[in-house]
Nanobody, 116 residues
Framework: QVQLVESGGGLVQPGGSLRLSCAAS????????MSWYRQAPGKERELVAR????????NYADSVKGRFAISRDNAKNTVYLQMNSLKPEDTAVYYC?????????WGQGTQVTVSS
């Protein structure tokens, strides 16, 4: 069955960096675009970044452009989110996801807290 397991979250000071990982299994990982979403308390889940199946095409939310970088290793069935220059407003639960018709699949999420 499909599994998406995020890791790498934690507490970091403003201006710091974190690298999130999402290990995928149970589907043909290299066939699908992968995404990172986040959800802050009291807010709707929002798309942070997306990467095409082969990794050549990426898209970012305006709020993270120039600070975050999504990448993938299809040999390891893993997608990454490098987060630099973190701000308190980046605090959220981060989820990896992909869409295989007719539904989205989600991991359990990893908490990122940016605070001094």
């Amino acid at each position: 069955q499909v599994q998406l397991v995020e890791s790498g979250g934690g507490l970091v000071q403003p201006g710091g960096s974190l690298r999130l990982s999402c290990a995928a299994s149970g589907f043909s990982f290299s066939t699908y675009a992968m995404s990172w979403y986040r959800q802050a308390p009291g807010k709707e889940r929002e798309l942070v970044a997306r990467i095409a199946s082969a990794g050549g095409n990426t898209n970012y939310a305006d709020s993270v452009k120039g600070r975050f970088a999504i990448s993938r290793d299809n040999a390891k069935n893993t997608v990454y989110l490098q987060m630099n220059s973190l701000k308190p407003e980046d605090t959220a639960v981060y989820y990896c996801s992909y869409y295989q018709p007719p539904r989205d699949y989600w991991g359990q999420g990893t908490q990122v807290t940016v605070s001094s």
